[in-house]
């Protein structure tokens, strides 16, 4: 199975004032055909997770390491992970004026299989991609996420994810800033995304919104740059009811 | 109504003439010519020994164009185009200058495509383009092959016209090319110019633009690549001489490689007549490699308060690592999603002409010029890690009045 499986992960982040210590020992394996949710308060260091995985510039791992499917991501570059089969849907999705979706995807596509994807059916794919996430057949003509609304952004982070269908999907605050319907729709992406059964979700959050409509696996709590307890859906119910406080005291 | 004269009072540009003695040989000290490398512009700047060679030039011109040639002062001619510098009065003497004159009311649908192929010697082109009332024609120059070029276009844009001027430079590497455009634009008109440099050692051309009459839109976009060793100056001047006209101007550019040096100078003159009136100027440039040179100078000059709005942006800057991020974490390589941003970066001033047909060939130069620059200097396109961003907006209007 092709796993992600981190151990004793430490990273920083890198600012103009110097690096600072986020991760603090990362401990967590999410199998394929499993949901998985992180879950954690603000400042926990969710977010950095993702991209000291993903391998932004701006986060470097220090200690540890991270595999999926066997293969170590953290010496690989961005798009090296990616074609190892990673797949990041981020809480703020890049615009990039003048590169249409399409176009975008396609190269992507490209670069992912080594081959470009067929001219007759490539347009009925994307479209296909984009009505299962409710946004019509003109987001492929425009800039990638220029202009979007945040909900539409998160939309369309979820049409990726169904055309470029990589092994293993983080998704990073896919949940924010969308209203109760678009909630359902993202979650449902996901779960069609899912339902293939040998696919891997990593799914982050501080909100238990998004759960209701995606059954988590596993839940894994994040506070202070680590995994602090672990659980099932149970884990998120709990949480639903009492908050973070437990978990936080004595590290704020 | 009050329409000012056409003799810009500005500091920042000398009085137009006719004359090569008003225009003596540059030292480098002229607030014109300050950014030059005037000895690569010497052969430019000295009057030939005799008339100028020919140059070959070929024109498609469709039913309802009349194409003929006009004498100095004959027509139209120089009664738009005011030359304010040496380059453009040489070129303002050529004994017959290329006469495009489209009739009232006439639509085309094809461009108009002006092919000058420069066959390495001194040459001179004087193109008048003069559009009647209420006619639409796309006009596409490009200059290609090997010169020593001094080239004016001068547009008169009638009223209620729409016409869009297409200059590409697309020359050999050694070319050098130099001028000025103008145009005036008439009542309810609308002008757009369209500017592409990627060619050539060197480029310096002005483009200038004033109304005669209110209502009038002029929109001039740019789109430039200096690649190791060349230089490419545009230098834009709007005069918003008459109310309730609009001027758009955007220009966009990428330097690489060692040497590459662009100059974009912007001026706006709001005279004190032009009320209603609103003007925006932007210049971007992508710096793509250590070794490059961007000049960029955007400048207002305002006599009445009472507009709709003024105002400039420069930003001069390496690759947006979240840009680049993003995209590498689809999958392309690091080269692929340099190439798309580049691509995307110019494809956001195309999409702005709402022509297609015109829109899809500006492509096909921007894609081709890629594939020409971009894919072979791959290997020296390595930015730091933490590229620093040198970043200068002002997206507010920035105003100096002047009473």
Known sequence: MADLIIRGLHADVLTEEGSKPILKGVDLTAKTGEIHAIMGPNGSGKSTLAYAISGHPKYRITAGSVTLDGVELSTLSVDQRAKAGLFLGMQYPVEVPGVSMANFLRTAKTALDGVAPKVRSWPKEINAALELVGLDATFGARSVNEGFSGGEKKRAEIAQLHILNPMFAILDEIDSGLDIDAVREVAEGINTYAAQGDRGVLLITHYTRILRYTKPDFVHVFVDGKVVQEGGQELADLLEVAGYERFTRGHA | ?403
Request: glycine share 8%; with cysteine.
């Open chain 2, 1 to 403: 109504m009050e329409i000012a004269s056409q003799q810009v009072e500005s500091h920042l540009h000398p009085k137009p003439s006719f004359d090569v003695a008003d225009f003596p040989m540059p030292t480098g000290r002229e607030e014109v010519w300050r950014f030059a490398p005037l000895p690569r512009f010497a052969e430019l700047l000295t009057e030939p020994p005799t008339d100028f060679a020919d140059i070959q030039m070929t024109l498609q011109a469709p039913v309802g164009v009349t194409l003929s040639t006009l004498g100095v002062g004959v027509g139209v001619r120089g009664s738009v185009l005011l030359p304010v510098d040496r380059v453009s009065v040489l070129a303002a003497k050529v004994s017959q200058a290329r006469h495009i004159r489209i009739a009232d009311a006439v639509r085309l649908t094809e461009p108009i495509v002006i092919t000058v192929t420069g066959k390495g010697e001194r040459a001179a082109e004087h193109i008048v383009i003069e559009s009647g009332v209420a006619s639409e024609a796309i006009i596409v120059v490009e200059h290609r092959g090997s010169a020593v070029f001094c080239g004016n276009i001068e547009v008169v844009v009638k009223d209620a016209a729409k016409i869009t001027v297409v200059s590409v430079q697309d020359w050999a590497p050694d070319a050098l090319h130099g001028g000025m455009h103008a145009a005036a634009v008439g009542t309810d008109a609308q002008y757009r110019h369209v500017m592409m440099t990627f060619g050539g050692d060197a480029v310096r051309i002005q483009n200038s633009v004033y109304y005669t009459g209110s209502g009038g839109n002029a929109e001039l976009y740019g789109l430039y690549f200096a690649d190791a060793g060349q230089y490419q100056e545009h230098r834009l001047s709007v005069d918003q001489n008459a109310a309730h006209t609009t001027s758009y101007v955007d220009y966009r550019g990428a330097l690489q490689g060692k040497g590459a040096h662009t100059v974009w100078v912007g001026d706006v003159f709001i005279r004190r007549q032009a009320v209603g009136i609103s003007s925006y100027e932007a210049n971007k440039n992508l710096v793509l490699t250590d070794g490059c040179r961007a000049d960029s100078v955007p400048n207002l000059e305002i006599e009445t308060g009472n507009i709709k709005g003024a105002g400039h942006s420069s930003t001069t800057g390496r690759f947006d690592d979240n840009q680049l991020f993003y995209l590498m974490s689809r999958g392309l390589s690091s080269s692929e999603a340099k190439r798309l941003v580049i691509q995307g970066f110019f494809y956001d001033i195309i999409r702005r002409i709402g022509i297609a047909e015109l829109e899809e060939r500006l492509k096909t130069h921007v894609d081709a010029e890629l594939a020409k620059t971009i894919d072979r200097a791959e290997t020296s396109l390595c930015p730091p890690p933490l590229p620093e961003q040198l970043r200068h907006e002002a997206p507010q209007p920035q105003i100096e009045k002047q009473e």
